[in-house]
């Protein structure tokens, strides 16, 4: 399911501190290698990481976010965000066409690859022992958009580089 | 004459990522699409169906009873199915083999693990 939400939102809200609960970085790594393996398979180029940091406030977006839900061992949720222009060129290189704007095929895209990454990543740990289900995606587009991590739930933020544009993991987690 | 692959996901961008893949590879094939298990059994009992290309996780009828039912009206295994999903535990793909399908390709692959899957079957 997705929705665009094109209204700029009230400023972000303040927050209590960060959580201090601890996030298993295994979960963290196996969603990197997930998030790695799905765009050098399917869409062909392999992004780098650049940067792993804690999430604790509403990070402002530009473009499309593809949210997923986790739960079993631990509970939480996975948002992968891409700018337009990002979400643009990876998706035209999924599916072999070419997209000028931001169209529904888009957005279906990028919930398509964020439903891959989790289930690649859930795969992943399962050969570690660490059992997760997933749930559906849902798409949010628009511009200047929050993604706000649920208070007490340990939340990181991966940011990689790639030659079709930038995009971030954020994977927010606690013990089930 | 072109074989006819019937590609069964219910998200309508897989469906598309999927005939990329195969028009990508040079294949050339008719291709029919289904939005579920239902649908597709309806389509393949109406004939002509060589390959099933079948998501598991699908909405009014899974990839596997569909498999299943495929394999209730060809239990002469004339059509091949290749399930293609992100299930790739043991358990599953022992599922689908015991239900009556062919080959597995797990998400995410790559156009070449793609291509030699299909190339063979549609050889």
């Known amino acids: 399911m997705s929705s665009i939400n094109p209204a700029r939102p009230p400023a972000t809200p303040p927050r209590a501190a960060a959580p201090k609960a601890a996030l298993n970085v295994d979960y963290i790594n196996f969603f990197i290698e997930a998030v790695v393996s ?14 792993v940091m804690l999430k604790t406030e ?21 948002v992968l965000n891409l700018n337009e222009d990002t979400a643009r060129n990876v998706v035209g290189k999924f599916t072999g066409a070419a997209y000028q704007t931001l169209t529904s095929d888009v ?7 964020t439903n891959i990454i989790a289930g690649d990543a859930k795969n992943r740990l399962r050969t570690k022992g660490y059992s997760f289900d997933i749930g559906l995606p849902r798409v949010v587009a628009g511009r200047n958009y929050i993604t706000m991590p649920t208070r007490g739930v340990p939340c990181v933020v991966v940011k990689f580089g790639s030659p079709l544009g930038g995009l971030s993991l954020e994977v927010c987690l606690r013990k089930g | 004459m072109p074989k006819t692959v019937l590609v069964v996901d219910d998200s309508a961008m897989m469906r598309k990522v999927v005939i990329h893949n195969l028009t990508a590879a040079g294949l050339v094939v ?3 699409e289904s939005p579920n298990g239902q649908d597709a059994l309806e389509k393949f009992k109406g004939g002509g169906i060589d390959v099933v290309l079948s998501d598991w996780n699908m909405p009014i009828m899974d990839g596997i009873t569909l498999v299943r039912e495929i394999r209730k009206c060809d239990p002469a295994k004339l059509a091949t199915i290749i399930m293609i999903t992100t299930e790739d535990s043991p358990d599953k793909v022992k599922e689908a ?14 156009p070449e693990r ?4 299909l190339s063979k079957v549609l050889a």
């Open chain 1, 38 to 51: 799905t765009f050098s398979t399917m869409v062909g180029e392999s992004p780098v990481r650049e940067k």
């Open chain 1, 58 to 78: 509403g990070d402002e977006n530009f473009g499309v976010s593809g949210i997923i839900g986790l739960a079993g061992e631990a509970a939480g949720s996975v």
């Open chain 1, 107 to 113: 957005i279906d895209g990028v919930g398509e690859l």
């Open chain 2, 30 to 32: 008719n291709i029919l």
């Open chain 2, 97 to 110: 083999v015991l239900a009556g399908a062919n080959h597995y390709l797990v998400k995410p692959f790559t």
């Open chain 2, 114 to 117: 793609f291509k030699e899957k």
